[in-house]
């Protein structure tokens, strides 16, 4: 069998999002379940469309996701260079070939004379095909100068694709088009042929938007008499709404960002390996290695895949919760409160273990935990917004929290202890949980949300505790 050789082809052309790393993604795991290689290979010959910064950033995110390559840019192999901008030769020599056999020509008519022709077409209510329109006389071709185009033998097509199965196309999907642009570097169509062939990729896994012109590259090959690496065109990626293509509007972060936010990179892949990929049994969270062993082209479905941010959060949230709590700490590192620098790491570690069930993503940390470290400024409006204690007099609240600071008073602050208490003045008191810790809660965070009463309070301590009763006390 021929070994496994896939790669991931990207533009430079910005940040790495959802439906480009998903295109890393799965070419990497079959080149991994299968033992082979996994190439990354930068296509840069759209000089128009680059961004400096990109290849860099483009590098980050796989490498922030554990998507290693085996031979690439920065790393090299045996078919190096992996920069489609240095290997403008090779793509001259197959060019010219083509060339010598008749199989391309120049195309020296400007922008204008084509539109006229494509005018001209339209007025005709014919589709416009380049081949209908050859230039009559021949001239030779320079690089550099004209475009080159190439000369197709139109002809109908039934090809197999390892997602999107059997596929056929008539000849009017066979066209001429242009293999090298008027600066001397190749289109797309072109060079990623070349190089597919010389870096001897067994599977081209790309996205849906290239499957129109299978037919014309299908013609491409035979022309160059070329083997031919296997395709599999991945389906799309919605929208949350599932019918229409994800787009910018639909507000997916970048591969970067999500890392900003503090989701982890395994529930990224896990995420990203559903987007398209039906493993056929229930189960929803995959390790890496599993995804490796399980992973399959067949198992790619041919409608689109809905992209749920919902889901990326929940499995997020999954992961968090299943990471051991030293492996938590160390994770979190970057996404604690300002407030927290000084505060000893046990400390941290012990707000963690309450906080860790309801985590969704690290960037959450700050807003959940600075209660932790700071007073926070008493928040009027989590009284007036809760309708039970908003339903009482000051002087009704005020009397619960002193009851709660006599209470408190007696205890040692440990957890256990302070739940005794709890509940002694819930009895003595002939209140509801919800009035009573509800008041508790506010006047000890001023946050919307805490963890476990006893515990988050037994962390605080009895001092600040009392404290922070006791301002709420002034503010009735
Ligand atoms: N450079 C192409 C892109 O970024 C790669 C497509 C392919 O994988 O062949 O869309």
């Given at each position: 069998?021929?070994?496994?050789?896939?790669?991931?082809?990207?533009?430079?052309?910005?940040?790495?999002?959802?439906?480009?790393?998903?295109?890393?993604?799965?070419?990497?795991?079959?080149?991994?379940?299968?033992?082979?290689?996994?190439?990354?290979?930068?296509?840069?010959?759209?000089?128009?469309?680059?961004?400096?910064?990109?290849?860099?950033?483009?590098?980050?995110?796989?490498?922030?996701?554990?998507?290693?390559?085996?031979?690439?840019?920065?790393?090299?192999?045996?078919?190096?260079?992996?920069?489609?901008?240095?290997?403008?030769?090779?793509?001259?020599?197959?060019?010219?070939?083509?060339?010598?056999?008749?199989?391309?020509?120049?195309?020296?008519?400007?922008?204008?004379?084509?539109?006229?022709?494509?005018?001209?077409?339209?007025?005709?209510?014919?589709?416009?095909?380049?081949?209908?329109?050859?230039?009559?006389?021949?001239?030779?071709?320079?690089?550099?100068?004209?475009?080159?185009?190439?000369?197709?033998?139109?002809?109908?097509?039934?090809?197999?694709?390892?997602?999107?199965?059997?596929?056929?196309?008539?000849?009017?999907?066979?066209?001429?088009?242009?293999?090298?642009?008027?600066?001397?570097?190749?289109?797309?169509?072109?060079?990623?042929?070349?190089?597919?062939?010389?870096?001897?990729?067994?599977?081209?896994?790309?996205?849906?938007?290239?499957?129109?012109?299978?037919?014309?590259?299908?013609?491409?090959?035979?022309?160059?008499?070329?083997?031919?690496?296997?395709?599999?065109?991945?389906?799309?990626?919605?929208?949350?709404?599932?019918?229409?293509k994800l787009s910018k509007r639909d507000n997916a972060m970048s591969v970067l960002e999500y890392k900003e936010q503090g989701y982890l990179p395994e529930a990224m892949i896990n995420f990203l390996a559903l987007l398209g990929w039906n493993p056929g049994i229930e189960q929803e969270i995959f390790t890496l290695n599993e995804l490796i062993e399980k992973f399959s082209l067949e198992r790619v479905g041919r409608s689109g895949a809905r992209f749920d941010e919902r889901r990326l959060l929940w499995m997020d949230g999954n992961y968090i919760r299943n990471l051991p709590l030293d492996e938590l700490y160390i994770r979190s590192e970057h996404y604690w409160p300002p407030e927290a620098e000084s505060y000893p790491p046990q400390y941290k570690k012990n707000i963690l273990n309450l906080v860790q069930e309801r985590l969704k993503f690290l960037g959450e940390l700050p807003q959940l935990t600075r209660f932790f470290f700071v007073d926070l400024p008493i928040d009027t409006a989590l009284i007036k917004d809760n309708k039970k204690l908003a339903a009482l007099s000051s002087g009704q609240l005020s009397a619960l929290l002193n009851e709660t600071l006599t209470e408190f008073n007696s205890s040692d602050f440990t957890a256990a202890d302070l739940n005794l208490h709890l509940n002694q003045l819930l009895t003595r008191l002939h209140e509801s949980p919800a009035v009573l810790f509800g008041l508790i809660r506010i006047a000890t965070t001023q946050a919307p949300a805490s963890p476990p009463l006893a515990e988050y309070l037994a962390l605080i301590g009895k001092e600040k505790t009392i404290a922070r009763i006791k301002t709420q006390l002034e503010h009735l």
């Amino acid at each position: 069998m021929q070994p496994i050789r896939t790669r991931f082809a990207p533009s430079p052309t910005g940040q790495l999002h959802i439906g480009g790393v998903r295109a890393a993604l799965f070419p990497w795991l079959l080149a991994r379940r299968y033992g082979g290689s996994f190439i990354l290979r930068i296509e840069d010959t759209d000089q128009s469309r680059e961004v400096s910064g990109a290849i860099d950033t483009i590098k980050d995110s796989l490498k922030w996701l554990g998507l290693d390559w085996d031979e690439g840019p920065d790393i090299g192999g045996p078919y190096a260079p992996y920069i489609q901008s240095q290997r403008r030769t090779s793509y001259l020599d197959w060019a010219n070939r083509l060339v010598h056999a008749g199989r391309a020509y120049a195309d020296d008519r400007s922008t204008s004379e084509l539109d006229q022709l494509r005018l001209d077409a339209n007025n005709r209510h014919r589709p416009f095909l380049a081949r209908d329109y050859r230039p009559t006389t021949k001239n030779q071709w320079q690089p550099g100068t004209v475009p080159l185009r190439f000369l197709s033998e139109p002809k109908a097509y039934t090809w197999h694709d390892e997602i999107m199965g059997e596929l056929s196309a008539g000849a009017d999907a066979v066209d001429d088009f242009i293999l090298i642009k008027s600066d001397g570097l190749p289109t797309y169509n072109f060079a990623y042929i070349i190089d597919d062939f010389e870096m001897k990729i067994s599977h081209v896994i790309r996205g849906l938007e290239y499957i129109a012109s299978m037919p014309k590259y299908l013609n491409l090959y035979e022309a160059l008499e070329l083997s031919k690496p296997k395709f599999a065109h991945m389906p799309h990626i919605l929208g949350p709404e599932g019918n229409k293509k994800l787009s910018k509007r639909d507000n997916a972060m970048s591969v970067l960002e999500y890392k900003e936010q503090g989701y982890l990179p395994e529930a990224m892949i896990n995420f990203l390996a559903l987007l398209g990929w039906n493993p056929g049994i229930e189960q929803e969270i995959f390790t890496l290695n599993e995804l490796i062993e399980k992973f399959s082209l067949e198992r790619v479905g041919r409608s689109g895949a809905r992209f749920d941010e919902r889901r990326l959060l929940w499995m997020d949230g999954n992961y968090i919760r299943n990471l051991p709590l030293d492996e938590l700490y160390i994770r979190s590192e970057h996404y604690w409160p300002p407030e927290a620098e000084s505060y000893p790491p046990q400390y941290k570690k012990n707000i963690l273990n309450l906080v860790q069930e309801r985590l969704k993503f690290l960037g959450e940390l700050p807003q959940l935990t600075r209660f932790f470290f700071v007073d926070l400024p008493i928040d009027t409006a989590l009284i007036k917004d809760n309708k039970k204690l908003a339903a009482l007099s000051s002087g009704q609240l005020s009397a619960l929290l002193n009851e709660t600071l006599t209470e408190f008073n007696s205890s040692d602050f440990t957890a256990a202890d302070l739940n005794l208490h709890l509940n002694q003045l819930l009895t003595r008191l002939h209140e509801s949980p919800a009035v009573l810790f509800g008041l508790i809660r506010i006047a000890t965070t001023q946050a919307p949300a805490s963890p476990p009463l006893a515990e988050y309070l037994a962390l605080i301590g009895k001092e600040k505790t009392i404290a922070r009763i006791k301002t709420q006390l002034e503010h009735l």
